[in-house]
């Protein structure tokens, strides 16, 4: 199966190199790589051009955001799989998108999750987080579950049934995605139980306390929109689960 990997990026000079590098080594005979830049000033784009040809398509123009340029990738690609690896980003390894691809059809699945590290921003190899998702089970997200994002796969057809990204909720558009999709349509998920992607510390959403309490409301509005009502303590597990990742 192909898999089409989706990369946005502004501004980012310092860090693009290794994530595109890391999507290049993957040993997975069909991967289509896309990178969409917001216009960046620099030199981001002219690291991404000398990659030539081994980049599939490269679109640079100004967008309304990370997940605005989500979508245009998503519009952008062909393949039956469909990742989103950010540009701080790197795959933990080369096999990663053929075990991804193995056990999607192993499975009959449409989705396939894994585990994340957190690491420093200068040294990879210091880990901060370790992000262990466990095997979903129905209801999960009720507890506050959620499972990395950017080693979050799904079938291109999950996106043309139930849509993309909403531009309206902030750094939470990925969890109401994942939300509408896994617990909301119910789409047949895999976990794969290994770190998938390696993520330099410094998110949006967690970086100060204004943006955790402005998460913490989106995450609510994520509900809300989708008609589905949390438990009192759903949105209370959900940061919380997080300090379990430092042990």
């Known amino acids: 199966m192909k898999v089409s990997i989706i990369t946005v990026v502004y501004n980012g000079a310092s860090t693009i190199r290794q994530c595109i590098d890391s999507v290049l080594m993957q040993d997975h005979p069909e991967v289509e790589y896309i990178i969409v830049d917001g216009n960046s000033t620099d ?4 690291i991404v051009v000398s990659y030539g040809d081994k980049i599939t398509r490269f679109i640079s123009e100004p967008d309304r955001g990370i997940y605005d340029g989500m979508n245009k990738g998503i519009k ?9 690896l950010n540009a701080d980003d790197f795959y933990a390894g080369s096999s990663i998108l053929s075990e991804v691809t193995g056990l999607m059809e192993e499975k009959n699945v449409q989705g396939c999750y894994g585990d994340l590290q957190y690491v420093d921003f200068f040294q990879e190899d210091k880990i901060k987080r370790n992000w262990k998702s466990g095997v979903y089970k129905p209801g999960a997200f009720l507890n506050g579950w959620m499972p990395p994002h950017p080693a979050f796969f799904v079938k291109r057809e999950v996106y043309e049934k139930w849509g993309s990204f909403r531009l309206d909720l902030g750094s939470a558009a990925d969890y109401e995605f994942m939300l509408r999709v896994v617990h909301k349509a119910g789409i047949s998920v895999a976990y794969l139980p290994k770190v998938l992607v390696k993520m330099r510390v410094g998110g949006v959403s967690n970086s100060t306390l204004k943006n955790r309490i402005a998460a913490n409301r989106n995450d609510q509005k994520a509900w809300l929109i989708n008609d589905l009502k949390p438990r009192f303590y759903t949105l209370l597990l959900k940061p919380l689960r997080k300090v379990t990742q430092f042990f």
């Open 43 to 46: 030199g981001t784009q002219q």
């Open 76 to 84: 952008l690609a062909t393949g039956t799989i469909i990742g989103i």
